[in-house]
Structures are given as C-alpha cells and as structure tokens.
C-alpha cells in the first residue's frame, strides 16, 4: 500500500537552531502535504497545507516564518521550524494524499528543544 | 462547534470482547467523508476505516466496523474481538468536500483503548 516516510523521526537540538523535517511520498504522488503538530495526549492539530508548486496555506495562529514549508515536487514537502525554542517541542506528523489514495501519514517526528 | 465529538477520553476492554468507540460529527457540506485512524504510543498514525458520506452501506475492514447512523451524524467505530495489540489512541477524523479535493482532516479528541486480558 501507500507509504509516507517522514526523517527524521527524533531530533534534539540546541535553542536558537534551525530544524529541517522531510515528508516523502514512496509509492504515489503526493499533490498535497498536510504537516500537523501534535503535544503529549493531545489531538493532531493541522498547521498547514502544501500543495506542490505553490504557497503553503497556514492555519490560523500559525507563524509562516516560523515554520516554513516547502513542496518542491510530487513526492517530497519540508518543515523547518527556524530558531527553534523549548516551545517548538512537540511531536510533527505530516501526511500526504494524491491519486485517490485516503491520507496516509508519515510517523512522526519527535523535536526536542533544549 | 465541534465538528468531530469524541465523549470517551479513555476505554477499558477484556480481550477477545468487543468495543464500541463514539464519534459525532457536525457538518453542513452534503459531500464528506469519516476516517478513523490508531495511534499506538510509538506516534505513527495507522488508517483503518472510511466511510463516505453517500455510501450506502456501512464499512467494514477486518475486525473494524464503522456503525454510520447520518441522521444521527454518529459514525462509531467497532472493534471486534479485541487484541492487546489494539490497545492505543483512537482518532476519528472528518474530511468536508468530496474525495480528490485536497481537503483537510479535522480530528477528534481521540479515545485511548485499553485492552485487558
């Protein structure tokens, strides 16, 4: 069936640094990418949408600069979540839908900010 | 408004008995389509069910059964013959606007099932 790979799936890093996190579609192209943010026994929340080609559209409360999204092809979309601080820990999922497929979801990255 | 209910923060099961999870929905959009998805602790997002909105019948995967009542706007997820290895949370998500149309998932509150032997 259809594959979502996200990397990395953990990532520690100091405050003040810039974050990359990859969605890749394996098996299917992806025409759009969702990227959610999920805190500890919470609900996945959405962020933003990414449709290839284009301008992500973010969610309201969502800092565009902060977090910024790219969707450079069919199968891959990045996250960066730039000068990250211990308020960006959470867990960020994406996922991905084209070609008919339900949304399939990558597993998740797990960012640690110290 | 919420636009997905889940009433059930967590659930208790024995195994091999089966388990009704809740979920409402609110919607105006007569295109729309139910999704219920496990998260086990390890944090990937695992799809097991959908229900269109003008599907007739009710969905059913495996052990998984969706139990759509539109009038209701309930769509409740039944597990059958429960697995320790279901226990984990349970989201039940909603897609306004047909298939194909690149609409977003709005998520419940999620349910956490535990499995009991």
């Known amino acids: 069936g259809a594959v979502v790979s996200q990397h990395p799936s953990w990532v520690i890093c100091k405050s003040g640094t810039s974050v990359k996190i990859e969605c890749r579609s394996l098996d299917f192209q992806a025409t759009t990418m969702f990227w959610y943010r999920q805190f500890p026994k919470q609900s996945l929340m959405l962020m933003a949408t990414s449709n290839e080609g284009s301008k992500a559209t973010y969610e309201q409360g969502v800092e565009k600069d902060k977090f910024l999204i790219n969707h450079a092809s069919l199968t891959l979309s990045t996250l960066t979540v730039t000068s990250a601080h211990p308020e960006d820990s959470s867990f960020y999922i994406c996922?991905?839908?084209?070609?008919?497929?339900?949304?399939?979801f990558g597993d998740g990255t797990r960012l640690s900010i110290l | 408004a919420q636009k997905i209910t889940q009433t059930q923060p967590g659930m208790f099961v024995q195994e091999k008995e089966a388990v009704t999870l809740d979920c409402t929905y609110d919607?105006?959009?007569?295109?729309?389509?139910l999704f219920w998805y496990k998260q086990p602790s390890s944090g990937e997002m695992i799809f097991l069910i959908y229900?269109?909105?003008?599907?007739?019948q009710n969905a059913t995967e495996g052990r998984y059964s969706l139990n759509f009542q539109k009038a209701r706007k309930s769509a409740n997820l039944v597990i059958s013959a429960s697995q320790l290895g279901d226990s984990a949370m349970y989201f039940c998500a909603m897609r306004e606007g047909p298939t194909g149309g690149g609409n977003k998932l709005t998520f419940g509150t999620g349910t956490q099932l535990k499995v009991e032997l």
């Open positions: 996922s991905a839908i084209g070609g008919g497929q339900p949304q399939h």
């Open positions: 229900q269109g909105s003008y599907d007739q």
């Open positions: 919607t105006s959009d007569p295109s729309y389509g």
